[in-house]
């Protein structure tokens, strides 16, 4: 997602004589920076123990530091997209909620994820013969590859990948193939920002373009931001998704590092997440987030008022 200079997210700057600095600016190692959780409405600090890359691509700005609370984390734009501590949780979630009610899932599609935890995922079902990737920005791979080898774990080169790096919205234009699950890891479109890269992909002619891309048992799942403190987030995609199918759900994960909480939004064209959890997939699967605690609260909506 490009940078707007002008939003107040980018510009969450504290003098940098009292150890603050801008997000996405290389800093010492005795520096704290400031995670947006909304805007200017909400954020934390984190003290940081590394600036271990900063690079520039032709789309957005990368940034991976070292921490002692979260350990690696990722950033684009100055957002926050995955830390070490709680990165299995949140790729977990996105994958395997909506793959445990699919019977014998063949092919799947991830549109961005170039850190590589939904392909690390999607490989532990042997079930899947075949996976693309469509990312926009070879450098987040490169970057994730180099400092963030654990979050892809070898499954860049799964042979059962197959990588493309291109724009998904003219992708899926194009595309002929019929996937099971359509995985959108994408920046979300923030508040008070303009879209930047992940504009389009937020718009009724690419989720038709996925809907005509699904199989009759298929489902496109989208991360939908912190659902709790950005609800709007939700209930955008939400909207979007009910122009275009017939059934559309949500379901939500703990992720601390996002201020606790994200949201997911999943559509089809019937297939519904099956609320019984199968213990014996979890172990076959080595999943460490869910399990049968976790996966019920995912299916049980937060009420805080």
Known sequence: MAKDETSPRANLLVA???????????????????????????????KLTSHLAHVVSE????????????????????????????????????????????????????????DGGVLRELCRHKSITQIDMVEIDQAVIDASKEHLPFVSGGAFEDPRVRLHIADAFAFLQQNQEQYDLIVVDCTDVYEEEDGGLSEMLFTDRFYEDCQRSLTNQGMVVSQADNLVFCPFSLEEIKTMFGRVFPTVESYQAVIPSFGGFSGYCYASKGQTISPVWSPERAVELDLHYLNETTYSLALTPFRFS
């Open 59 to 114: 789309f957005q700005t990368i940034d991976i530091y070292d921490s002692e609370v979260f350990g690696r984390l990722l950033m684009l734009d100055g957002h926050i997209q995955l830390t070490e501590f709680d990165e299995r949780a949140y790729h977990e979630s996105l994958v395997h909620v909506p793959l445990l009610s699919m019977t014998d899932p063949r092919k799947a599609l991830v549109v961005g994820g170039g």
């Open 16 to 46: 940098q004589n009292q150890g603050w600095y801008a997000l996405g600016v290389p800093a010492p190692s005795t520096s704290h920076l400031q995670i947006p959780i909304r805007s200017d409405k909400l954020s934390f600090n984190l």
